[in-house]
């Protein structure tokens, strides 16, 4: 079907795919979709669900036909992670599934260096991801020339690279390391000193936890480094016993303010585990949103803070990228060899 209709269009938008597939709200399409509806009714207003159901049955539908598997963050949005994803986590969970993935496609909803390092693992698959806009500052703030020159200037010290940066800049690098294990990896390393690129509050917070002397870079999460120590202070004092757990991206000074730090997933789990009666997640605000359905009786506290680039992503150029098939990652097949290398060595690990 899809390939008679669109013999003559290089692109159709989301709402001209929806009338390829003859798929539009009816009042049938609410008891279709009543099961995904009841993952999300929390956060999504009954009103809102006839823009979002159409999408989502489309590309479920769609999903199946091609033969693609779509990998989603924990920052998405509740409608992307709990209605259309086949594989959900933090980043190291999503590297290591998209290692195992058996699919033609695989479509990323998550930001660039995600999308690049599925690519990484499948170099012979189409790697979709729907918004080239989904940056991030971290990888933005280095580049392979960067590390070139940090590596001749500490010769023989080993690089290790968190994996929200560039392909290019993980083929310059010995290891990677993502939230969940920068610390066993920094330890798992003979080396006494350790070059840690490029988020430099991570770095300090791998510091005060190992005896090696660590090498940082000035790189910053936008999103994290938003947070402060009095914001904290005062929201403990505004909610009293409110649990606060905060990504490791944040500053040493929020982390120490915090009851629990850990990647995206290990924070859920936490609250899974824990069951608080009130927490405040220091991180990215669709987080709340997500585990919010899975722990009724844990009531979140705002603040929270929008990634810019996870927020790129949304169900209509979900749709318009599976049926395009657009925009398709590509990477130097020579970068590739090396970056490779550095994120199986942190998968092995
Ligand atoms: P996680 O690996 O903890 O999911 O973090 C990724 C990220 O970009 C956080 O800002
Ligand atoms: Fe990058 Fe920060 Fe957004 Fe994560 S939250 S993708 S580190 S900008």
Redesign the pocket.
């Known amino acids: 079907m899809k390939e008679q209709n669109t013999k003559n269009k290089d692109f159709l938008s989301g709402p001209e795919i929806l009338k390829e597939m003859n798929i539009s709200w009816s009042g049938k399409m609410l008891e279709e979709t009543a099961d995904q509806y009841s993952k999300v009714s929390r956060v999504i207003p009954e009103v809102e669900w006839p823009f979002f159901a159409p999408y989502i049955k489309a590309i479920n539908i769609l999903k199946k036909d091609m033969n693609a598997v779509i990998l989603a963050h924990n920052?998405q949005t509740p409608e992307i992670f709990h209605c259309i994803s086949d594989i959900r986590g933090d980043s190291l969970q999503l590297a290591k599934e998209a290692g195992n993935v058996n699919a033609d496609i695989i479509l990323q909803c998550g930001?660039h260096f995600m999308a690049e390092t599925s690519k990484l693992l499948n170099m012979d698959k189409t790697v979709l991801i729907p918004s080239m806009e989904a940056g991030?500052?971290?990888?933005e703030s280095i580049t392979g020339e960067d590390v070139r020159k940090i590596k001749e200037e500490n010769p023989n010290i080993p690089v290790v690279t968190y994996v929200?940066t560039s392909a290019e800049v993980k083929a310059e690098s010995d290891i990677c390391c993502t939230s969940s294990n920068a610390l066993d990896i920094v330890n798992s390393l003979e080396s006494k000193e350790i070059i840690f690129l490029p988020d430099e509050y991570l770095a300090m917070n791998i510091a005060k936890e190992t005896k090696k002397k660590i090498i940082m870079w000035k790189g910053r999460?936008?999103?994290?480094e938003e947070f402060t120590p009095e914001e904290i202070v005062e929201f403990r004092e505004n909610e009293p016993g409110v649990k606060v757990i905060a990504h490791p991206?944040c500053s040493p000074e929020v982390v120490a303010q915090s009851d629990f730090s850990g990647s995206t997933s290990a924070m859920i789990n936490w609250v899974k585990d824990n069951q608080p009666k009130k927490v405040l997640m220091v991180t990215?605000c669709s987080m709340s949103d997500n585990i919010s359905v899975e722990n009724p009786n844990v009531n979140f506290v705002r603040p929270c803070n929008l990634?810019p680039?996870?927020k790129t992503i949304n169900l209509e150029n979900i749709l318009e990228s599976l049926w395009n098939k657009k925009t398709e990652i590509k990477i130097n097949p020579e970068i590739a060899i090396k970056a490779k290398q550095a994120i199986v060595k942190m998968i092995e690990l």
Do not use: G, P, R
């Open positions: 920052y930001v991030c500052s971290l990888a929200n999460c936008e999103v994290h991206e990215e990634c680039h996870m």
